[in-house]
């Protein structure tokens, strides 16, 4: 009866072990094909040069640098906001008060310090080489006011669009999307 238990606890033991080393070995095989996307070593991709034209974007070297230090779970969640083509639509508009600029005070975070305060989120798009990149999201309606550091709804947060070019699998064209890079603050115009 002992004998068993060992050899069921064993079991288990080997089977967490193999379970977690099969989930690390998957990641790791995804962040090389991301990798070679990065670097068009894509078995999809059909012209080399175009993909290079296109990976050598400004906005996509710094994804690209942003995604190397992604989580998996970051990653994985991309993938799943993509799958159920909706938008979270939370606005989790920080009021900056001194507790929060302390915390952000050496951040190297923009979109935290930002008067219109934005946040990077991993987007997935399977069709596209990249297929993960990063997007700002505003997380205002208005601006932070810097004397309350609250909200104030006489402005408004706007998006900063950026044209940045794509290669689709489909096809191998080429596509321009624009991607949010930031956000600013205007002044909201009452109609």
């Given at each position: ?13 080997c089977f967490v072990f193999f ?5 690390a070995l998957k990641f790791d ?163």
């Amino acid at each position: 009866m002992a004998a068993t238990m060992k050899t069921m606890t064993q079991l288990a033991i080997c089977f967490v072990f193999f379970t977690c080393l099969a989930a690390a070995l998957k990641f790791d095989r995804f962040k090389r094909r991301m990798e070679n996307q990065y670097n068009c070593r894509d078995p999809r991709i059909q012209n080399k040069t175009e993909c290079e034209m296109v990976m050598s974007h400004p906005t996509l070297q710094k994804s690209y640098k942003l995604l190397q230090e992604a989580s998996e779970d970051e990653l994985r969640e991309a993938y799943q906001r993509s799958r159920s083509k909706r938008s979270n639509g939370d606005k989790n508009c920080p009021v900056m008060n001194a507790e929060y600029l302390n915390q952000h005070r050496d951040s190297n975070d923009d979109g935290a310090r930002s008067l219109s305060p934005y946040r990077l989120t991993t987007k997935y798009d399977n069709d596209l080489i990249p297929s993960y990149y990063k997007e700002a999201e505003c997380l205002c309606n208005g601006c932070i006011d810097p004397g309350t550091g609250e909200e104030n709804a006489d402005f408004r947060s706007t998006s900063l669009p950026r044209p940045v070019v794509f290669m689709k699998i489909s096809d191998g064209q080429i596509v321009n999307k624009d991607l949010t890079v930031g956000c600013t603050c205007v002044i909201a115009m009452n109609v």
